[in-house]
Each structure stands twice: as C-alpha cells, then as structure tokens.
C-alpha cells in the first residue's frame, strides 16, 4: 500500500484507517475460521462437532474482545494518570476531531461485518441438519425428562430423584426433536456447548454429533418452577455396538417390559397437567 | 419545531425500513405488527410537528442568537399545589387491588377516580391553586 | 447580560406577583399536593433509592443461600421468589424510576431553562402510580403463597393460573401496570417539556446529553411501554379470564408473551443506560474542565442505539428455534458500534483535560470500566452460536449484572454530582472515595467469578447446585464481592447522615457547563430568577469563563 506523490489529498488518512482495520479484523476473522490452539478463555472444548465450532467462534471472540478492551482500559488507564489536574489552568476546549471520530465509527463497523459472517458460517454448521437414522424424542415436563426414540422400543424416564440417562451412539449424526408438556424447559448440555428451549407446542429439531464417548451431565436451565434447580438428566455417548446392544434389551420380553412401564410413567407425566387446563377452560367456557 | 419534527420522522422511516425486512424475511407477525405500530408511532406524532413547523415561525428557542428578552412574557401556567393527582393515584390503586382481592375494592377506586375528574376539571376551570 | 427568566404565571392569574415565593401547603400535606419537579423527583429518588436497599437485601440473601452448594437459607420455593422479586424490584422499581424519574425530573427541566415540566399534574400521578404500584408488588410478600416465583420475565405458560396460582402473580402483574402507566406519563411529560419549554436560545443541539438521552428515552418509553401493559393485560385475561393467548390448549402460543416481553424489554434496557450514559456524559467533562468531546457525535450514537434498540428484541430468544437468527444477530452486534463511539468520546473528554478526581469523577470513570466489561461480554452473546452455550447460564446473570452495576456507580456518580444542587449541602468526599472503591472492586469480585461459573455450566436460578469444590469457591468469591457492594450501599446512607446540612454548596461548586449550575441550590420554586444569554450548550460555562470557549473543528488540529 505504497502511496504515489500523486495521491489525492485525504487519502493517507484512509489508507490508514483501512490498514487499522485489517489490522483489528484479520486476526479475529482468521483464528475464528481456522481454531489454531489458542486459549479457551473460559469455555471448553466440546465433545460435539457443532460445540466445537462454537468454542473456535468463541476463541475468535475472545482475541478481539482482549484486543479491543486491553486498548480501551488502557486508553483510559493514560488519561487518568497523563492528564490528572496539575493546576487550575483552563485546558484547550477541543470538542470536535472529525477524521479521529470518523475512524472509530468505521473500524468497529467493520469489526461488526466481520463478527457477523463468522457468526452465519458457524451458526450454518450448528444448525445443520443432515439425514440421519438416530432420532431421539426428547419430552421436557414439570419436573423430569423421557428420551422415546424413533422405530425402537428403547426408553427413558426420570424426574428430579432419578435423573434420566439419554443413550446416544458416538460419531453419528443425532436428531433431537425437542419439546415439553407444560411450561417453557432449557435442554443443555455443558460438554456439547448448545443448548434449547423446550417449548409446548413447538417441536425443536436440531443435530448431535458426539465425538467421545462418556458420560455427560444434563440440566434444565429455563425456569420451569417450584424444582427447576434439581431437574437434571445424564447423556451417555456409547459406542455404536454398545449402542445397538443397549437399543435390542428392551426387545427381550423383560425389556418390553420395562419400557411399557416406563412408557406409562411419561404418558402420566405428560398427561398430568392437561385434565385441569381442559377442566379450566370448559369451567371458563 | 423542525429538528424535533425530523428526528421523528427519521426514526420512524428507519423503523418502517427495518419493519418492512424483517416483516418480508421472517414471516414472524407478532414482531411485524409490533414494529409496524412503533413504526405509526414516530411517524403519527412527527408529522403533527412537521405541519406545525410550515405553520409557524421559528421560536425563541429555535433560534441560536435569541437574547433571554425575547423569551420574557407569558410562559404558561403551572399550578402551585393540587390534591387530585394524589387522588387519582390512589384511585388506580384500588382498582390494581380490585383486579386482585376482588370487585368490592372498585367502589372506593372508582369514588376516587370520578372525584378527581370532576375535582381536577373544577380546579383548572377555577385558575388552579398557588 | 442576563435578565429576568420568565415571567410565569400562577393558575390564578394574578399579573405581576412574583412567584419565587411559594406559598403551598406545608407539611406531609405539602409532600401529597406539590406539583413541583424537584419535590416529585425528590421523593422519586427517595422512593427508588429504598427499593436498591430493599432489592440488594433480597439480593445478599439470594448470595447468602449460593455461598454453599446445599444453602439451608431459604427453600426452593422462597429462593424462586427470592430472585423474582430481587429482578423485578431492580428493573421495575428502581433502575428504571430512578433513571427516568428521580433525577431525570430534578435536572432536565432545570438544564433546558424551564420552570418547571410542561405537566406537573400528570407528573405527580406519575409519581403516585409509581409509589403505589411498587407497593402493590411488595405486597405479594404478605399473601398466602408468596410473591411471584416466575422470575422477573414472566415466561408465560409458568405465569398463568394453573402453574403460578396465587395473589402473588397477581399483584405483581397489577404493580407492573402501575409503574407501567407511571413510566408512559412520564415520557410524555419529558417530551412535551423538552419540545415546548426550552428557554429561548436553547436549541436541539445545545441540549446537554443528559436531556437529550432523556428525550430518547422519552420516545423509547413511548414505543415499548404500552407493549408491556397489553401483553400484561392479555396475561391477566389468560389467568383469570379465561383466554388463551398464551396457552397451547386452546390455539394460543407461548412464544407470543416471549416475543411481547422483550419487544419491550430490550428498548426498557436502553431505557434504563441512556439515563446513565446522560450522566456521566455530564460529569466526566466537567471534571475534566472540557467541553464534551464530539457532541454531535454523541447525540446520533444515542439517537442510532433507540433506532437499533427496536430491532434487537429476538435475541433474548436465540434458543427458542423459532426466530429468525441472522437478522437479530447483526442487529444487536451493530448497537456496538454507536455504543463504542460513546465510549471513546467520554475518554476523548478526559483527554488533555485537568481531571478533577471527585467521588462523581471516579463513579464515572468506574462506570465507564464496567460498562466496557458488559459491553464486551455483551457482544458475544449477539452471536447466536455462542448465545446457545451461554444462555441462561451464570455467563449471562454476570454479563448484565456487569452492565446494571455500571449503572449503579453512574447514579451513584449522579448523586454525588448533583446531590449538592438537590439540598443544598456537599455530600462528605472522603466517604464517597471510600464507597466507591468498595463498590467498584466489589463489583468486579462479585461478576467476575460468574462469569467463569457460567462458562463452566452453572445454569442460572438454581436455587442449590451440583457439589463441585470449584464451584463452591467461586460462589463464595461472588458472595464476597456481594457483601462490598452491600457495605457500599450502607455507606452512602452513612454518608447522607453525616454531611445533613455540614457544608452549604454554593450555586456552582463543580465550576459547571449546564444551566442547573446558574441556579441557587437548591433551586427556587420555578427554577430560575435570571438566566445567561445561551450561546452554546455550556451557557453557565461561557457565562463564568467568557475567554474558553469550546474551539470548533479545525482550530485544534495538532
């Protein structure tokens, strides 16, 4: 970006403005897309794809946000000390630098534009949604968990004193439909990075893709009520042969069994509220 | 009156912009009609104010080198004390109550609300209190 | 130079009395009648400055319970109301009554040369419904069932009949009409005042930014408060009416409060900085013996954030699934941008300056720290990716309490600033010091480990938590900070008890800009005897220093 004697003038000012800029931007853009080993700042890696991209997003987020505050605090840091009252001389009465405030609008704008493409490029992979056979139901009600999956007779249920086990086999895309009996309930997972609103009447669909296997530890974390703070759930990521055998004992008569049981515990849950609304709203009637 | 005139203007027009996208893009109504309304409502009061300011001149207080003698007269009128506020409120109030531990409380909300209506009109009717 | 004010009239129309001399009622009958803005925002300030004590009590017991894994404090069910209330007291009854309110309507009328608002009436209902309502909500402590458990947000379905039965919810939905209505009269008062009642000269733009954040203000109340009283009314019919506007059985939809709620309630956040941007806009040139740096630039950054502020409501809702994500997201990351250049312009202020380290000063200088910190954090969570592992986490509740607490040590710093012009009396500076590192530390100690323990998966509203030692410490960490910022509180208190009528202020004790500095403290009853020609949006300035005046463009270049 060499200039020519022939610049225009104003020019200097916008060459340096615009190498700032790539100065502030290349940075954050680069490490967010790529997630070389930096710090975490905080968050952990996730044992999913889609977390992971979150935490590169993050980690990108992360560097701008030191370099822009580390500049700040230290802005103000100097004019604290460089220009605390030394007499009762009457300073210069600056009010307007116009370029100086045309360059800290545009720089953060452009900062903004960068943020937000890598936003839409890491948003598209946590949202994506691609064909799997894995689909798991997940029913969120007051104050407990059931985990139905598609095609099998395979369940889980359990409420605030026996947390519910989700099984979910690893590196396989999942598909979660999500969604709750009676009030407004939050799926998270802290080891995958993604959490969702369970919303009554809303079936929320998105994709797991567990890269370790382990045990996970799950919480509600939407305010649901009187035992919101012990409505916790476990994700256990098998491996698939361990998948498919824990999937084929509920096909043995015991089996069958237990999930019908369980299966009329959920129902009752999910049942539980309705009969009064119906009874409410026939009374209101 | 122009300058204040404007800003409404211009801050409905970027919310009628703004409205217009998310409306078309999202298909979500609650926000569309939300954002259509606050749209209205710079717009409603901002174009009052920009048919005031063809109408008359600039003020005292439009103009940069207006002298504090330009502004001396009659200002408005500002009362100097008056109960019915106080009354008023605690009308609202009883009624707040009603909605809560039952109808019985609307009657010394509405004595109180109908009390300060005729009260406040017979007062600013009388030139108020000092 | 300077010449009789105005020549205001009483109601009754008697042409040549002077009416600097007010002969109202006295007593507590004076305090029920007066139409007076400094009396009403007095009691505004009073008022809302017992809900901060009574909302950080709620909140030392909320910390008090954190401070252990398996807390024995409280039980789940008052721990839920607990922390409904402690929100709700703090936005609805303090933040915003206090930003708008208390010294919003001692100062604004006072800084644009008027005799007082253009509705005194309607502003003291404002008052009344705001004393009430704020009564009505703390009722709920005294009902069978308790207060309002649902937390300060209201998620319908939890806050219909059948999962929050109850007078309770009740009257907290009452109170929230209540301040609602009172918040509505009040921007309609700003904004009439601030249009029709400026002194001659005092154009648009040589407003102080503390007015012209309120006239903001003023339009973002107008647009967002009438939103909150319909959804709340609809709530009231979904309870007791028999509706189904938020219920699934029956064809409604939760979501529909969500998108209502915040609809109005990120402009109420808006609502609640500008005032406090105002603030400190006014205090960090004054002790810096500058003029505001780039004061347009300042006025369009807070005209951008009102334009923005009705864009951005969906992102509180990022993890629902149902909205649409891009749009929200560059929307609330471009509020950043105007949010920057008032960052930069208050240090721009303090640049070349005298910096006069007053307690106002340091608030001031506190506040803008911390309200970067927000800021920062609050970029993050307008990229929805990360907004899905930090929702509704502790990464959140440290997020805003970073932002809120700039807020606090703004109005601390606007106490401090204008407190003397109020009564009349210094407040003492020493002990102002003293709170204000307190408050400051305190704040970083009590956010800082939240915002670890919400990277590490603590979920908010949790009224006891998974016994994991790291846990436990950063808890107690947080409690600490908690207690400082408790003790701070407490020594604001002492403070007004010890300097009660020590030290008369005198009319300009800050060698102020703004016209309220022309005045006696505190102000007679209609503001004003005389007023200086204005030239520029120091008048008072201009006034005592006719040789500094601020240089235009071009003149400064180095």
Known sequence: ?285 | ?130 | MTTTAHDIQAEAHDHGHSHAEHHGPRGILNWLTTTDHKIIGLSYTITSVIMLVIGGALAEVIRGQLANPDGHLVTMAQYNQLFTMHGSIMIYLFAGPFAFGALANIIVPIQIGAPDMAFPRLNALSYWLYLTGAITMLLGFFVTGGAANFGWVGYAPLSDAIYSPGAGADLWIGGLMLTGFSAIFTGVNICATVFYLRAPGMTLFRMPIFTWNLLVVSILILLAFPVLTAGLIMLYSDRHLGTHIYTVVGGGSPVLWQHIFWFWGHPEVYILALPFFGMVTEIIPVFSKKPVFGYKGMVFATLTIAALSLGVWAHHMFTTGVVLLPFFSIMSLLIAVPTGIKIFNWIGSMWRGQIWFSAAMLFSIGFVVTFLIGGLTGIYLASPPLDFFTHDTYFIVAHFHSVVMALVLGGMAGLYYWGPKITGYMLNERIGKVQFWLLFIGTQVFTIPQYILGLQGMPRRMAIYPNDPQWQDLNTWSSVGAIMIGISTLLFVINIVVSWKKHPAGDNPWDGHTLEWFTTSPPPHHNFFRLPQIRSERPTWDHNHPDAKALAHGKDAH
């Open chain 1, 1 to 285: 970006m060499e200039l020519t004697p022939q610049t225009p003038k104003g020019a200097p000012a916008k060459s340096r403005l615009r190498r700032l800029a790539i100065a502030f931007a290349l940075p954050i853009a680069g490490i967010s897309l790529s997630g070389c080993t930096l710090p975490g700042f905080g968050a952990h890696q996730s044992d999913t794809t889609t977390g992971q991209s979150a935490y590169y997003l993050w980690q990108g987020f992360s560097v701008g946000a030191a370099i822009i505050g580390a500049f700040v605090i230290g802005l103000i840091l100097y004019a604290v000390v460089a220009y605390r009252r030394k007499g009762d001389a009457i300073p210069k009465q600056t009010q307007y630098h116009v370029p100086l405030e045309i360059i800290y609008t545009v720089i953060p704008i452009l900062i903004v534009i960068v943020l937000f493409v890598a936003t839409i490029i890491t948003e598209n992979k946590v949202l994506a949604m691609p064909k799997t056979d894995v689909s798991i139901n997940a029913n969120a009600f007051q104050w407990g968990w059931g985990f139905t999956y598609d095609n099998q007779n395979a369940i889980a249920v359990g409420s605030t004193t026996d947390s519910p086990v989700m099984v979910m086999p690893v590196d396989t895309d999942v598909k979660i439909t999500l969604t709750s009996t009676d009030v407004v309930h939050g799926f998270y997972v802290r080891d995958f990075n993604f959490s969702r609103y369970a919303l009554p009447g809303v079936d929320n669909q998105f994709t797991l893709h567990a890269t370790k296997t382990g045990m996970f530890f799950g919480q509600c974390t939407q305010l649901c009520g009187l035992y919101h703070s012990i409505m916790y759930y476990k994700v256990k990521v098998v491996t698939q042969a361990e998948y498919q055998t824990w999937l084929s004992s509920f096909n043995t008569p015991e089996g069958k069994a237990t999930a019908d049981a369980a299966k009329k515990v959920l129902k009752e849950q999910m049942s539980a509220h309705v009969p009064v609304k119906t009874e409410i709203s026939r009374g209101a009637n």
């Open chain 2, 1 to 130: 009156m122009r300058v204040e005139a404007k800003i409404l203007l211009w801050l409905g027009l970027f919310f009628g912009i703004m409205c217009a996208v998310y409306w078309t893009w999202s298909m979500e109504n609650a926000g569309g009609v939300m954002m259509f309304f606050g749209t209205g409502l710079c717009l409603l009061p901002g174009s009052y104010y920009y048919w005031w300011s063809r109408r008359m001149g600039p003020r005292a207080e439009d103009d940069p080198n207006a002298t504090q003698e330009s502004g001396a007269g009659y200002v408005d009128a500002f009362p100097g004390s008056s109960i019915f506020p106080f009354t008023l409120g605690m009308g609202a109030f009883c009624i707040v109550l009603a909605m809560v531990f039952g109808s019985w409380m609307l009657i010394p909300g509405l004595a109180l609300v109908i009390w300060a209506a005729l009260g406040g009109i017979a007062e600013g009717r009388r030139g108020g209190t000092r």
